[in-house]
């Protein structure tokens, strides 16, 4: 979870490969509609999220083994609201970093919807999790590897 551009896609993905999980884009998920108005340059409201959040958390209420899904869950109620959809244990890997961190990767990305311009939306939205969110935060500004290693080795420890 994290803000647009903090590395969720490279990341999940990264980090499915090393733990053998399914990796899902939760950008895949929104519906047109979503898409559309971001890529207009308009943050989404709630009204616009809560069916994508329904649809991140039943995604994530696959039995079939472990599954890491890519979604921005800026706040608590989102991540509360993925969380009871899936009807099991979820953990968050909050993806942080700064403001200039951020704008520079998105800037440098080609092909994606989101622009720059909502970056301070996403920033105005964050909510990081709280401790009681059993949640792991990472910084970003390292190499993907080490993010990576740190990120297993944290899910290690909560999993024994």
């Known amino acids: 979870m994290g803000v647009a551009g903090c590395g969720k896609s490279a990341v999940g993905s990264a980090l499915a490969s090393r733990i053998g999980a399914t990796y899902l884009d939760g950008d895949d998920l929104h519906p047109p509609a979503n898409i559309a108005k971001m890529s207009r340059g308009e943050p989404l409201a709630d009204d616009d999220r809560w069916p994508w959040l329904t ?32 009807s099991a244990p979820v953990a968050f890997v909050h993806l942080a970093g700064s403001r200039e961190l951020i704008t520079s990767r998105m800037a440098a990305r080609a092909g994606h919807f989101m622009p720059t311009s909502l970056i301070d939306s996403q920033f105005a939205a964050l909510e990081p999790p709280a401790a009681d969110e059993n949640a792991i935060t990472v910084d970003i500004d390292k190499p993907l590897e080490a993010i990576v290693a740190a990120i297993a080795a944290r899910l290690e420890e909560i999993r024994t």
Not at 72 to 82: T, V
């Open 55 to 86: 649809l991140v958390g039943q995604k994530l209420a696959d039995p079939d083994g472990i599954i890491i899904l890519g979604c921005s869950a800026l706040k608590r109620r989102y991540r509360d609201h993925i969380r009871q959809e899936a």
